[in-house]
């Protein structure tokens, strides 16, 4: 069982994407994850968070994509969403969502990493 990500795709810088992410059987004690968050990873490069949302909507983000990404979920669908605007070549990357690591101990997550979505920014 892991997180599925999509949406990802090739846009031009200044575009925009919208990623979506789900599992319908990761639970937290049989209720929605508290926390999630979206994760992106370069080649050669570790994993880095970019923001997260709580259950009750509450949202924070890296510094680098504030005021441009926004991060939503529907706690219903346990899904959560990343919309990505004013996209630069620098936000290339293999897009993931997972239970936020600042949240949580990596044991209780590290098992749901699914293949992420691949987002391209260039011209």
């Known amino acids: 069982v892991q997180f599925v990500a999509s949406g990802g795709g090739l846009v031009q810088p200044g575009g925009s994407l919208r990623l979506s992410c789900a599992s319908a059987?990761?639970?937290?004690?049989?209720?929605?994850?508290?926390?999630m968050a979206w994760y992106r990873q370069t080649p050669g490069a570790q994993r880095e968070w970019i923001g997260r949302?709580?259950?009750?909507?509450?949202?924070d983000y890296l510094e680098s994509v504030k005021g441009r990404f926004n991060i939503s979920r529907d706690n219903a669908k346990k899904s959560v969403h990343l919309q990505m605007n004013n996209l630069r070549p620098e936000d290339t990357a293999v897009y993931f969502c997972?239970?936020?690591?600042?949240?949580?101990?990596?044991?209780?997550?590290?098992?749901?990493w699914g293949q992420g979505t691949q987002v391209t920014v260039s011209s």
């Open positions: 059987e990761i639970t937290e004690s049989g209720r929605n994850i508290w926390s």
């Open positions: 997972n239970a936020d690591s600042q949240y949580y101990a990596e044991a209780f997550y590290s098992r749901w």
């Open positions: 949302v709580t259950v009750d909507g509450d949202t």
